[in-house]
């Protein structure tokens, strides 16, 4: 039981790269969410999505776009990196909407050069 | 601007010792999450409550929801290095079913 998975687990990239964080879930849940941690800030919520081809901003949107073809996958993709967007990425999902339970993967360390 | 605020922001203590973590705001939520995070993990869920006023119990672990359902605590009891971690307040304002987290507490239990 792989529950939920991300890769990769660290990444560096040079600005103005597209870099692409993926995610996988093996319990189907309905709802999937992208956030982003850093010092001071707690988690904060970049997408989520309430099923597949269902997506919706979250609380920092800005230079990121996600895709949910399928159920199971909720890619993360930053079109053109920049050194602010240095930070772990948690994706999450949940059986309900989301301020019920959500399983956490166990994060991206992405370093933005 | 941070919906839920926690404190203190960092606690170092010893083995044995009792603490307490505060997660406040002036928003109303239906209900508030604790998660602890340990290194190099993501989140994982310890206890939601719901009815003002909840009071939850989970070991060494107390949990308190307040009357007006704006605030909440967490207090751990004879602390333990095993108790090292992240601490995260999360809930969900208004009806928008999206979580929003507070900063975090990072708890040091020393041996």
């Known amino acids: 039981d792989a529950g939920i998975t991300q890769s990769p687990r660290y990444k560096i990239t040079e600005t103005g790269r597209q870099v692409t964080l993926m995610c996988h879930q093996t319990?189907?849940?309905?709802?999937m969410f992208w956030y982003r941690q850093d010092l001071g800030h707690g988690l904060r919520l970049i997408y989520y999505?309430?099923?597949?081809?269902?997506?919706d901003k979250g609380e920092v949107p800005d230079g990121y776009v996600v895709s949910r073809s399928k159920t199971e996958n909720f890619p993360l993709t930053l079109e053109s990196a920049t050194r602010s967007q240095t930070s772990v990425y948690f994706c999450?999902?949940?059986?309900?909407?989301?301020?019920?339970?959500?399983?956490f993967g166990p994060g991206t360390r992405l370093t933005v050069l | 601007t941070q919906l839920l605020k926690q404190s203190p922001q960092f606690l170092s203590i010893q083995e044995g010792e009792n603490l307490t973590v505060y997660c406040n705001s002036s928003?109303?939520?239906?209900?508030l999450q604790w998660y602890r995070q340990e290194p190099g993990e993501g989140p994982v869920l310890l206890v939601t409550?719901?009815?003002?006023?909840e009071v939850k119990k989970l070991k060494r672990l107390t949990f308190q929801f307040g009357d007006a359902r704006k605030d909440s605590s967490l207090h751990i009891t004879a602390a333990q290095p095993g108790d090292t971690g992240l601490y995260l307040c999360?809930?969900?304002?208004?009806?928008?079913?999206?979580?929003?987290f507070g900063q975090g507490t990072t708890l040091q239990v020393k041996p």
């Open positions: 999505s309430a099923a597949a081809d269902i997506t």
């Open positions: 319990w189907s849940h309905s709802y």
């Open positions: 928003s109303v939520f239906s209900s």
């Open positions: 999450a999902s949940s059986v309900y909407k989301g301020d019920t339970e959500q399983f």
């Open positions: 999360a809930g969900a304002p208004g009806n928008t079913g999206k979580l929003i």
């Open positions: 409550v719901v009815t003002g006023g």
